[in-house]
């Protein structure tokens, strides 16, 4: 099905409809945000977030499956244990495999997550300070993968945080934050972060929101790519300035569930 006619109030009237469709509570029970969904601590939330939002490529399912083990080596308290890990505790992660995402990879991560705590001031400290120094969200993930980073790492786990100055579309991260940032009565998005505005975030592009957003006239570039994030999402802010990225919902459930 090809939709390239409608005009702005038309497209708008209908993204606005699966918006509301899909941005609801029954949404979690299918989505790998279930996982910071089970915790209530702020620093909980951002950690299980992070990291399930890294491990989101492949079968959902899989996916849940391998952030609920994650969460229980940590022993459901995935702040108390970045803070105070040693590296024998960090030993238990020695057996975790998520497609490429292997046991190197992952205590790698939660090794440079402890920096971020113990140093940084936390997810969110960082990702604000990227914000506010470079004047925008593509400059934060520039500062937020150098930070990352400062931990001694493989060369291999560097594919696993997308470098958006090779224009990687830095779908995973741009997922976390619309989980942090965005805020509504839905109970989806946490809003936990008022230091970065919804109407900076860009959309977390994959093959359904690209196929759905070249359907609907919102993308001509044909690669899922970072020039495609910028202009989908620039699409998107001419339908709500403010909020843009509420469409996420709208663009995925159209192609992930509905089959557009």
Known sequence: MKVTKLSYPELKEFLDEKFNLFNRESFITSDPIQIPRSFSKKEDIEISGFLSASIAWGQRPTIIRNAKWLMERMEQQPHEFILNASNADFERFKSFK???????????????????YRNHGGLE????????????????LVYFRNVFFETE???RSQKHISNVLKKSAAKRLNMFLRWMVRKDERGVDFGLWSKISPAALYLPLDVHTGNVGRKLGLLTRTQNDWPAVEEITENLRKLDAKDPIKYDYALFGLGAFEKF
């Open 98 to 116: 998520h497609r490429t995402f292997n046991e190197e990879d992952c205590i790698f991560f939660l090794k440079a997550l402890q920096n971020i």
């Open 125 to 140: 400290a960082v990702f604000s300070k990227g914000v506010a120094d470079s004047k925008g969200v593509k400059g934060a």
């Open 153 to 155: 790492h493989l060369d």
